[in-house]
Nanobody, 118 residues
Framework: QVQLVESGGGLVQPGGSLRLSCAAS????????MGWYRQAPGKQRELVAD??????TYADSVKGRCTISGDNAKNTVYLQMNSLKPEDTAVYYC?????????????WGQGTQVTVSS
């Protein structure tokens, strides 16, 4: 089983920054895609950004403010969020897919709260 552990959420003032981290653990797995989604109260979960060996994708709402990066040796992905806005308030979920023992997996972290408020 591949598990994801997130960290880095919290309360920040508008215009501030946060860095989210997500580490994947388990045995005999390879990751194809890691990314971050978010879900605000009353809204559907949406992609924030993801990264593969071929590059990264960002939601239009965060382009220019967020940067996703990965450390393959640590099976960890980071999301640097700058110029945060109140509308960025949500639970942020890490997601990963890949293969383990030649079978596909698709897994989520438990989520970390990000609150942008003065």
């Amino acid at each position: 089983q591949v598990q994801l552990v997130e960290s880095g959420g919290g309360l920040v003032q508008p215009g501030g920054s946060l860095r989210l981290s997500c580490a994947a653990s388990g045995s005999m797995f390879t990751i194809d895609t890691m990314g971050w989604y978010r879900q605000a109260p009353g809204k559907q979960r949406e992609l924030v950004a993801d990264i593969t060996s071929g590059g990264s994708t960002y939601a239009d709402s965060v382009k220019g403010r967020c940067t996703i990066s990965g450390d393959n040796a640590k099976n960890t992905v980071y999301l640097q969020m700058n110029s945060l806005k109140p509308e960025d308030t949500a639970v942020y979920y890490c997601h990963a897919d890949g293969s383990r023992y030649f079978r596909r997996f698709d897994t989520w972290g438990q989520g970390t709260q990000v609150t942008v408020s003065s």
